[in-house]
């Protein structure tokens, strides 16, 4: 896992209020959207504060556990942030 620094810190933040906003909206858990994508639910938390950034492989396997296409995890901020 790498930190993220720099200037795409922002983005990947976007991204995983994104990933948080959806999984809440389906009503999983932290714990159970890590199950569905096969990661760890710290990997998941890490990733959904923007703490932690995700490989294509990952950053898929989520949208896919998610049900959402990977380009809503990706576009602008979550509706209400």
């Not at 993220?4 to 999983?28: C, D, P, T």
């Amino acid at each position: 896992m790498i930190k993220v620094k720099g200037m795409f810190a922002e983005k990947y933040r976007s991204i995983g209020l994104n990933i948080l906003y959806h999984r809440r909206l389906k009503g999983l858990s932290q714990e159970a959207l890590s199950v569905k994508a096969g990661l760890t639910r710290s990997y998941i938390s890490r990733i959904e504060r923007g703490s932690a950034r995700c490989g294509l492989e990952v950053f898929f396997l989520i949208a896919q556990a998610l049900e959402v296409d990977p380009a809503e995890l990706i576009s602008g901020q979550p509706p209400g942030s």
